[in-house]
């Protein structure tokens, strides 16, 4: 069965190509249904449109894991956390380092 949410999250990545959400929504839906490779691309755009949007970063240290690109997984995670400790997200970043140590 097909989620409903993935195609008005599509049509919002088309529509708004330039918006770091409308990426991202559609890259957590894939990473939701353990698509990791697809969820790759989208999480890329929004990570690369906003650099400091540490969801997305987290998100895509996930596909990046879940795809078996452990260095990618490692390499997104130190950056998530680096932003995530400029933003003073504590929790968030102990969630990271978990993430890195489980690696």
Do not use: N
């Not at 599509?10 to 770091?20: G, K, N, S, V, Y």
């Not at 957590?28 to 249904?33: H, I, K, M, S």
């Not at 691309?41 to 690109?69: F, H, I, N, S, W």
């Not at 680096?82 to 997200?89: M, P, Y």
């Amino acid at each position: 069965m097909t989620d409903p949410r993935e195609q008005k999250f599509q049509q919002l990545a088309e529509q708004f190509p330039d918006a770091p959400m409308a990426q991202y929504s559609l890259g957590r839906l894939y990473c939701e249904q353990h698509r990791w490779a697809d969820a790759v691309p989208p999480l890329e755009r929004a990570c690369t449109l906003d650099k400091t949007y540490a969801a997305a970063l987290v998100c895509l240290g996930d596909a990046y894991a879940g795809a078996g690109r452990k260095e990618d997984a490692q390499r997104t995670y130190t950056r998530a956390k680096d932003v995530a400790l400029e933003q003073h997200h504590d929790g968030l970043a102990q969630d990271i380092q978990d993430k890195l140590d489980f690696l």
